[in-house]
């Protein structure tokens, strides 16, 4: 891990510390999801929450290089896409252990590894199961692997934008 990755990493920790969503977020949003997809968001923890608007947000500036992406999509898409993790009861370490090596985690802290493996890599897809919307699904499976040339612009702003946050 470099130095900027560690940066990056520590920021997410204090956001996740220090998580909050407010009733004005909620409102923007609304004129994206409907509203059983506001439900759908709201049974999120509070730092889920917070990771999809800080996602949304990022969004809102990266779409602008994809003006071919259908707008309404992708931001329903930056919303939902970590709707799975809902599935999951997680600590704060089990966050932490999501983002360390895999080994480490295996040795290190054996007792948690297949539930820290299972919500890390199982989310995507529970949260696709979990979405309605068909145009999305296929995206917030995928929100982790790589952006691909031949990706849909919207599934491009979600991976984009996801990593950067």
Do not use: C
Request: charged share 25%; glycine share 2%.
């Amino acid at each position: 891990m470099n130095i900027f990755q560690l940066i990056h990493r520590m920021g997410q920790f204090k956001n996740a510390l220090f998580a909050k969503v407010n009733n004005e977020e909620i409102s923007e949003i609304s004129q994206y999801l409907d509203a059983d997809e506001i439900s759908l968001f709201l049974s999120m923890s509070i730092i889920d929450q917070r990771h999809s608007l800080d996602v949304f947000n990022t969004s809102k500036t990266i779409i602008h290089d994809y003006p071919d992406a259908n707008v309404a999509l992708t931001f329903k898409a930056v919303l939902l896409h970590d709707v799975g993790k809902s599935k999951f009861d997680l600590s704060l370490l089990d966050r932490i252990l999501a983002t360390l090596p895999k080994k480490l985690v295996k040795r290190a802290f054996f007792w948690k590894y297949q539930h820290v493996m299972d919500y890390k890599y199982l989310h995507p897809s529970l949260s696709a199961e979990m979405v309605s919307n068909e145009a999305i699904k296929p995206w917030v499976k995928v929100h982790y692997d790589v952006v691909h040339a031949e990706d849909p612009p919207e599934l491009k702003v979600l991976k984009i934008s996801d990593s950067l946050n």
